[in-house]
């Protein structure tokens, strides 16, 4: 009896799964799932019990939901905020890198996953095909950064922003462009 319980929960499990899947590929959030986003993007360490208080459900719908949204990769992962500058990461920057052709594409990607100051990598549309964010030490970081990127297969040259300071940090989900229809 209990196979019987375990198949009819996962059956059930994959149902729900199925028809949050739109047409176009995106995942139908309805507002409880908004919510749950909301609460842990702006803080992922919330138990499960708070969230539940928050948006008046149950712990196990909550705990289920939560579960839901992983398994569909609407959740990703759940990370620690640094303050890098109280590590020694003095300098934050946006590095675009300008290429001769998109030839090494996907070497430039492996390069920047490789190398520990680039925090993140975006390939992009416009005059360069990457964006870098980068936290170094300091200038003399930075420039010894900028000579690696410099001599990656194909890159042209790079164009440098440093970033004086951060105000606005991990948004909440917006409901302007996500209402139910």
Known sequence: MLIYKNIYCYLIKNLII??????????????????????LKSNARN?????ADLINLSIPATSDRIKKLEDLD???????V???????????????IVSESS???EQVIE????????????????RGSHILMIQTKNTGSLE??????????????TETQIILS??????????????EQ
């Open 18 to 39: 199925l028809s949050m899947k739109a047409d176009n590929g995106f995942i139908n959030l309805d507002n409880i799932d908004k919510q749950i986003l909301s609460i």
């Open 47 to 51: 138990s499960v019990s708070k969230i």
């Open 74 to 80: 609407v959740i990703k992962g759940y990370k620690a």
């Open 82 to 96: 640094i303050n890098s500058r109280k590590i020694g990461l003095d300098l934050s920057a946006l590095i675009t």
């Open 103 to 105: 030839a090494d594409y």
């Open 111 to 126: 390069y920047a996953n490789q190398t520990d100051e680039i925090v993140e990598c975006f390939a992009t549309t416009g």
């Open 144 to 157: 010894k950064l900028l000579r690696k990127v410099q001599s990656w297969p194909n890159v042209i040259r």
């Open 166 to 179: 951060e105000n606005k940090f991990f948004s909440h989900l917006s409901n302007k462009n996500n209402k």
